[in-house]
């Protein structure tokens, strides 16, 4: 029974540090754009690199 003085804070503390880790996510914008990077990797590029791009080996 002694332990739950120590467990009960200490769970108290954890909630309160992954409840302010998700509003300052969600505050500084994590969660604005799910699916844009997903399409990106979809995306094909049709236009081939033009000859001044290609790096010279």
Same mark, same amino acid.
């Given at each position: 029974?002694?332990? $739950?003085? %120590?467990?009960?804070?200490?769970? $108290?503390? %954890?909630?309160?540090?992954i409840a302010w880790v998700m509003l300052w996510a969600a505050r500084s914008g994590q969660f604005d754009d799910l699916e844009g990077p997903a399409h990106s990797v979809?995306?094909?590029?049709?236009?081939?690199?033009?000859?001044?791009?290609?790096p010279k080996v």
């Open positions: 029974m002694d332990i $739950l003085i %120590l467990l009960i804070p200490l769970s $108290l503390v %954890l909630v309160g540090v979809i995306m094909d590029d049709d236009n081939p690199p033009k000859r001044d791009d290609v």
